[in-house]
């Protein structure tokens, strides 16, 4: 009976685990299909220039929303340009994508201008906003435009046949796209999409889904339909990295850089010893010239920067009455504006940025020639220089032949003259002899 008893009781645990299990496993399940039922849209802005830093962010994000298996890829861009280089391996990482990519020119006003425009043209979906602009994707050289012709036309060729083979895997106008490399045309956000440039224009980012649900697109997966109803989207932010690296690519901090490291060179060259300017000046010097790979920089405006502290460095030495500092000036301000003004790239120094930085590091470096040509008429404060002339007064009794000594500026040397001095005379130095001072002795005003 007690076996009996025993054996249901045993019987009923085991049904009641297994009905608890059975019940956990189901609610895995509802979760899981209420998890995959929600369709994450990952949203990338993207403003600034094409460089390093933003082709790691854009790179990273595309293998994100892969590995978390997002429904779409929204990238809201508003670009200037950029590197070629940077453009190319973010279109490969597009044209390579598991997940859809959305490019969406936004907000109003926005621009995607030459490396942009091509990397538009590479996404599964081409998007606008109403009042943005598209295209100017003739190649610029880091030189600024004085480049070998030779060069530059295979610079050209080569990046035309790019964007007309992207235009073409996406069916976008591949005219067009030959003629924005190579005759630098531009499109408004209507006329794009009657050239069949893009595929829809959005007011907005909610208008924008409405026109994309149910819309079919090729990846490297086969034919995927877009379902932009209900999603929710998670927004990407750049690492610590990445941030350093996208802000380094901005010209006016790439600039301020460059004025801070010449002029703390430039003090500490002129003031050696003091360390903090020339570590300061080294650092910022070396970001500025690391800022510069990312930036289509004018040869001419770069050498005339340095034309200028080499003026300021010879003001220091040569006697030219401020005309090499005037020189410099000069060369520094017409520099600076030519520094990043190269044709079609549209990245350009803020004047907001420009005047206070400009007049900031003129004023150091003209209150710096300045010192140091006062420093050098003034009498040397130490050394034998500063002996002769100076009144002394004889401690032990001076010969012809015979060295006394004198007391001057609280030390005592050895002395000599050619006359018989007694002791408490005082007596005037006219030369030194390696540690001897020659003297006479002071004539008493009648």
């Not at 004025?259 to 080294?282: D, H, Q, R, T, W």
């Amino acid at each position: 009976m007690m076996v009996r008893f025993f054996s249901q009781k045993v019987f009923f645990l085991c049904v009641l685990f297994l009905s608890f299990t059975v019940a956990c496993g189901s609610f895995s399940v509802l979760q899981a299909a209420e998890s995959n039922d929600q369709k994450v849209v990952y949203l990338l802005p993207l403003q600034g220039t094409v460089n390093p830093g933003s082709a790691d962010f854009f790179e990273r994000a595309v293998d994100q929303a892969e590995k978390e298996g997002a429904h779409a890829l929204l990238v809201e861009l508003d670009t200037p340009g950029g590197l070629v280089s940077s453009l190319r391996s973010m279109v490969q990482r597009v044209l390579a994508s598991h997940v859809p990519i959305i490019v969406y020119v936004a907000p109003r006003g926005a621009q995607s201008a030459s490396a942009g425009a091509l990397l538009t043209l590479s996404a599964h979906v081409a998007a606008m906003s109403p009042g943005t602009e598209i295209g100017a994707a003739h190649p610029v050289g880091l030189g600024g435009g004085g480049d070998d012709e030779t060069m530059s036309k295979k610079a050209e060729n080569d990046l035309a046949a790019f964007a007309r083979s992207i235009a073409e895997e996406r069916g976008r106008n591949a005219d067009w796209a030959e003629r924005a490399v190579r005759e630098s045309i531009a499109s408004t956000a209507n006329e794009a999409l009657e050239a069949g440039v893009i595929d829809v224009v959005a007011a907005d980012r909610t208008e924008l889904f409405k026109m994309l649900d149910g819309r079919k697109v090729e990846t490297v997966e086969g034919s995927v339909t877009l379902d932009m109803t209900d999603v929710i989207i998670e927004e990407f932010t750049p690492t610590l990295q990445e941030q350093i690296l996208i802000r380094l690519a901005d010209p006016n901090l790439a600039y301020i850089f460059i004025m801070v490291g010449l002029a703390g060179l430039y003090f500490e060259l002129a003031n050696p010893g003091s360390i903090f300017p020339g570590v300061l000046g080294a650092i910022s010097l070396l970001l500025g010239l690391f800022a510069l790979q990312a930036l289509p920089v004018n040869v001419v405006g770069l050498l005339l920067i340095v034309l200028a502290v080499v003026f300021f460095g010879l003001e220091l030495f040569v006697a030219s009455g401020g005309v090499l500092a005037l020189a410099g000036l000069v060369a520094l301000f017409v520099g600076s504006l030519m520094l990043f003004n190269t044709a079609e790239s549209g990245v350009s120094i803020s004047m907001a940025v420009f005047l206070p930085v400009f007049l900031t590091v003129s004023v150091s470096l003209l209150a710096i020639v300045w010192l140091v040509a006062k420093s050098a008429r003034l009498k040397s404060a130490s050394g034998p220089e500063q002996l002769q002339g100076e009144e002394c007064r004889v401690i032990h009794a001076i010969a012809p032949g015979e060295p006394g000594k004198v007391f001057v500026h609280g030390e005592l040397w050895d002395a000599e003259s050619d006359e018989e001095i007694p002791e408490k005379a005082v007596v005037i130095v006219n030369n030194l002899k390696g540690l001897v001072l020659q003297v006479t002795k002071k004539q008493e005003k009648p």
